[in-house]
């Protein structure tokens, strides 16, 4: 069987579920699959998820899941590997996912495939395509070491409206035995930084720029062209991680997720952690001096050159008319 | 586990040699690991982060930090750049194969070699720009018997805890108060790096570097069984020319095709 794991927070389920769900009914062929539900109190998830089609949803409720910790969840995310015994996991790729699974993998001794993209084939003889080289190329893989094999699925991969429902699954509750005495790590709240001042997800048009700007004072280039454009100014990690522009106009999973009518990637290389953020965009145009650049993969439009010749072409091509 | 006391602290930063952002990719003949010969080398950057950390929390608190790599010989060059920025020594875990292994063989290659050192804190990057497993310092922890978080942004060592600063999605964070020994993975952009001196170059070349073997009997968790340049998603129309007939083409299109301007 495959068993797929809800992330929930507060009795609120992550949307991202439903994508990995998708993902699994893709990979089961003819094997059953579950989903189960882990947390302090769950509210009406599991009901939410047994409308999947799906052999059966299973509840892990104890008090010592909140707030979310590694050590906790993996304690419960063993012993339920241990009771229904899977053939594969699947997870959604999120930061939780990448905090726990790892540590999971480790002490149940059994493969993690992370960051996964697509799927080829059906059950045991499955591989697992997942980028390496920041997005460079795209590994096939296969597990090693026995079952379960567990599968972390990339955010936005698999559509969460494809996951067939029309299912009405059983829905079980599971005993769990957590050792609080075992939680190591003591979460505090969760808080945001600074007020967003800018909410980039109203944007209708974006002009992102990328390590290629090379410098600090080359942003005045990208703000020009954003205003030629009629467009906000956001960016990738690195520059904001070097403070050429605030932390709050950052793009990708760790920044905010944007799906604009226009979004213009200016040196940006697309990197997987960006791609999530932005490639939902309606028209995507990426300019880089790179032609192998992992962004072309996802643009509508693409403009192999340097941008410090492009970008100003195009600001004085718009201001001609 | 008791908690330790920490008066001064011994720390171990992970770092891994991996293709510079530049390189083009290229296969080896059977399409499942790069042609290593084409391939320049560097720091991974999530570790020169680490290792900045490090550095900074040594001039906080004093102590040692000691580069832990497991690698072909090549590494032995990003080994040398982490001690010019001020490491104090390293570990090398040596073997042409660890250069292509997956993260359980590199967590358990590691394990062996630094288990006996007792380090208050081990640092890692958050994930590799190679393989990007992101398991790597998970695995390493379990192994050690420490507890570990992830995607850490800020740390602040008190006695014989601390409390560090965990990013998660969307612009959100969340402090985490853990015990000592324990181990993180640092997020790029928890500080500004430092760069080596020539000072520090030439004092790298008297620093001890002690080799490790590799056990015997790792087992990887996964195999590549292709590598090829992902295929697109989307019909991607490449405007060429000069930069003015190219503009002019990519904006009558964004007008009148993809009616975005």
């Not at chain 1, 299912?167 to 005993?175: F, H, L, Q, R, T």
């Not at chain 2, 590799?214 to 991607?236: C, E, F």
């Amino acid at each position: 069987m495959i068993l797929v794991i809800a992330e929930q927070r507060d009795g609120k389920l992550n949307r991202a579920t439903w994508e990995a769900i998708a993902a699994a009914q893709q990979l089961s062929g003819a094997m059953p699959i579950s989903i189960a539900v882990v947390g302090a109190t769950t509210g009406g998830i599991a009901q939410e998820l047994a409308t999947a089609s799906v052999a059966g949803v299973l509840v892990a409720e104890h008090a010592a899941l909140d707030p979310y910790t590694p050590d906790a969840y993996t304690g419960a995310c063993s012993a339920l590997i241990e009771s229904v015994k899977p053939t594969f996991v699947l997870l959604p790729h999120t930061y939780q996912t990448r905090d726990f699974a790892p540590l999971l993998a480790a002490r149940i001794r059994k493969p993690l495939i992370t960051d996964v993209t697509a799927i080829n084939g059906t059950g045991a003889d499955a591989t697992f395509v997942r980028p390496m080289f920041q997005g460079k190329l795209a590994a096939q893989v296969k597990p090693q070491g026995g079952a379960p094999a567990l599968v972390t699925i990339q955010i936005g991969a698999f559509r969460a409206d494809a996951a067939q429902k029309g299912g009405s699954a059983a829905v079980k509750k599971i005993d769990l035995q957590i050792d609080a005495a075992a939680i190591r790590q003591k979460p505090e709240a969760p808080f945001r930084e600074a007020k967003q001042a800018v909410d980039l997800g109203q944007a209708e048009r974006i002009v992102a720029v990328g390590r290629g700007i090379k410098s600090q004072e080359h942003i005045p280039l990208a703000e020009k062209l954003a205003k030629a454009m009629g467009a906000e100014v956001a960016a990738s990690r690195p520059i904001c991680d070097n403070g050429w522009l605030p932390m709050e106009r950052q793009i990708g999973s760790s920044g905010q997720t944007v799906a604009p009518k226009l979004y213009v990637a200016l040196g940006i290389s697309g990197a997987i952690q960006h791609l999530v953020g932005m490639k939902g965009s309606r028209t995507i145009v990426a300019i880089n001096k790179d032609a192998e650049a992992p962004i072309f993969e996802v643009a509508d439009y693409g403009i192999v050159g340097d941008l410090f010749e492009v970008a100003p072409a195009i600001i004085a091509e718009l201001e001609k008319s | 586990m008791a908690a330790r006391i920490v008066v001064t602290m011994k720390i171990a930063v992970c770092i891994k040699q991996v293709p510079t952002r530049e390189w083009q990719p290229r296969l080896n003949d059977s399409k499942t690991w790069i042609r290593e010969q084409d391939v320049s080398y560097e720091m991974n950057e999530p570790d020169a982060y680490a290792l900045e950390e490090a550095l900074r929390l040594r001039e906080k608190h004093g102590g040692e930090v000691v580069v832990c790599s497991a690698g072909p010989a090549r590494v032995q060059t990003v080994i040398r750049e982490a001690l010019a920025r001020g490491a104090d020594r390293a570990i090398h875990v040596e073997h042409d194969s660890l250069g292509s292994a997956d993260a359980f063989v590199i967590a358990d290659a590691l394990a062996a070699a630094m288990k006996d050192e007792k380090f208050d804190l081990v640092l890692t990057g958050l994930q590799s720009d190679d393989q990007g497993h992101g398991q790597t310092g998970v695995i390493l922890a379990e192994r050690l018997g420490i507890p570990s978080s992830t995607i850490i942004m800020d740390v602040q060592v008190e006695g014989s805890s601390m409390r560090v600063k965990r990013e998660l999605e969307g612009g959100w964070f969340q402090w985490i108060v853990m015990p000592l020994p324990a181990l993180l993975t640092i997020q790029s952009g928890i500080n500004q790096l430092r760069y080596a001196t020539l000072k520090g170059i030439m004092a790298a070349k008297k620093k001890e570097i002690r080799k490790a073997t590799v056990p015997d009997g790792l087992q990887p968790a996964q195999q590549i069984v292709g590598l090829a340049v992902p295929t697109r998603s989307k019909q991607t129309h490449m405007i060429t020319g000069a930069p003015a007939d190219a503009a002019k083409e990519l904006v009558r299109r964004l007008r009148d095709e993809a009616r975005a301007l």
